[in-house]
């Protein structure tokens, strides 16, 4: 991913974090703000995570091979996040239609995620590296969770 391509992805994630923001302030469904919290924690953990890729990268701590296996896990979680943050934006309660759909975003994405952190991390040689990028990958598997769980999934 290049210097500008994560300074793009970067802005949108405060953008919609700000947007989130605003949901959970003006939401009274406890199920529902807990599940724009936990993008909201999606969100800013993936921030962090692609900062700290770029970081390692250009300490010569992970390979190109490295970013593009672990970038590819975070852009996955881009888009499934962005498209949950799409459902729940504008909703005052959490219908079962969104609920549905929310579920078919969710589930798929949690398992790519726990995949990534079976199987894509591991090649990483460096052991800073590898728990720094495993460390974040965990944080956003438990946000998935939490919204998962707070789905009835």
């Known amino acids: ?21 605003v949901v959970l302030a003006a939401c009274q469904d406890a199920t529902l703000k807990k599940i724009a919290q936990a993008e909201l924690d999606v969100e800013q953990t993936q921030a962090t995570a692609i900062k700290s890729l770029d970081t390692l990268y250009s300490a010569g701590s992970i390979t190109a091979a490295d970013v593009q296996t672990v970038g590819g896990i975070l ?24 609920r549905s759909n929310l579920r078919d975003i969710i589930v798929p994405l949690l398992n790519a995620v726990n995949a990534g952190l079976t199987n894509g991390v ?32």
Do not use: E, W
């Open 122 to 153: 591991i090649n990483i040689k460096d052991p800073t590296a590898r728990a720094s990028i495993s460390a974040s990958l965990s944080a956003i598997a438990v946000s998935l969770t939490i919204i998962q769980q707070q789905l009835g999934g």
């Open 75 to 98: 852009k996955q979680i881009n888009v499934a996040n962005g498209q949950a943050i799409a459902i729940t934006k504008n909703l005052a309660q959490l219908d079962p239609a969104s």
């Open 1 to 21: 991913m290049s210097r500008f391509g994560r300074i793009q992805l970067l802005r949108l994630r405060i953008a919609a974090a700000l947007l989130l923001l």
